[in-house]
């Protein structure tokens, strides 16, 4: 094999396109032949396997690129992927190409046409991707649902890929779009350190829902000390922690399950939120709010009636 492709071959997990073939000195002659012989195989219209056995991901990654064409990018989840991502399997990769290209059917590839596709975008030499905060805020795009998205942009920073601050700039340079104020919502959040939406945001949302006003930071003593909880009813023994990004440490993981065994052994009704959820999911979190102050004893008012989570209180 001549050494410049054994050497693109190396870097490309032994998938080169026809065309890196032919300005590699292999003849059309040669390259019926090895496939001929079963040492090498198709896979599509441009893509050539230089063996016979097993396929990584990555090759199937490189596959994907060759048979879209010269322009195209792994992006989205599959960007996000090849970046490092774990915690979620998609069917299909996701391939970008520039407004125009012409791009035929692959199996087993989703390929969109972007105005939004820009060399900046891509992350240096190899596998051709667009930049994991880039591909976070698409991925959350095209995402099934809003709670999807938002675990798309979480994961992408929890996870290490990319930065807060670069996901949230990625966001803004999105102008329309019906998902652009839940990227906003929850980029900033990141940002923050998703530890800002807390007490009192929980409280307008109560109110909203025709729920009683919490007690917020209140104090309880525990084996280990004074914790602080994030809003109770102590009349209706039920506790709310609402936890961001930083509950995911291991220490504040294991102070938060001593709080709450302690708080359950006291016979409270300990209901934890997730910070996102109340971006994506407050109508189902706040029904089991709901639920658990009427079993505390608590008897909402007969005016209240709710209408697509507002509170209405005609007579």
């Known amino acids: ?18 065309r890196q073939l032919f300005a590699a000195g292999v003849t059309r002659a040669t390259l019926r032949a090895q496939l001929s012989a079963g040492r090498w195989r198709s896979w599509g219209r441009h893509t050539i396997c230089l063996h016979s056995g097993p396929l990584p991901q990555r090759a199937v990654w490189w596959r994907a690129v060759i048979e879209a064409g010269p322009r195209a990018m792994l992006d989205g989840v599959s960007a996000l992927q090849a970046a490092g991502l774990t915690g979620i399997e998609v069917e299909t990769v996701r391939v970008s190409v520039p407004r125009g290209a012409r791009t035929p059917r692959i199996s087993g590839v989703t390929v969109r046409q972007t105005r939004r596709l820009t060399r900046r975008d891509l992350v240096g030499p190899g596998l051709p991707r667009v930049r994991p905060d880039v591909a976070a805020v698409r991925a959350a795009l095209w995402a099934r649902s809003d709670r999807q998205a938002a675990f798309f942009l979480t994961a992408s920073v929890q996870q290490r890929l990319c930065r807060a601050e670069d996901v949230a700039r990625a966001a803004l340079e999105i102008r329309r779009h019906a998902r652009r104020r839940l990227l906003l919502d929850v980029s900033t959040q990141l940002v923050d350190g998703v530890r800002a939406i807390g007490e009192l945001d929980f409280a307008r949302l109560c109110r909203e829902h025709g729920l009683p006003e919490p007690t917020r930071q209140s104090q309880r003593r525990t084996a280990r000390g004074s914790a602080y909880l994030d809003v109770e ?4 023994d ?3 922690e609402i936890d961001g990004v930083q509950h995911l440490s291991a220490p504040v993981m294991v102070d938060d399950a001593l709080r709450q065994n302690h708080l359950v052994l006291h016979r409270s009704t300990v209901i934890r939120v997730p910070n996102l ?15 658990a102050l009427v079993r505390g004893g608590w008897q909402a008012g007969p005016d209240v009636i709710r209408s697509g989570g507002a509170v209405d209180r005609s007579v």
């Open 1 to 18: 094999m001549d050494p410049s492709l054994h050497a693109t071959a190396a870097a490309q997990e032994q998938v080169v396109s026809r």
């Open 233 to 236: 009813w102590p009349e209706y």
């Open 238 to 240: 039920v506790v709310v």
């Open 277 to 291: 959820g109340l971006r994506v999911a407050p109508a189902e979190f706040l029904a089991q709010v709901r639920e």
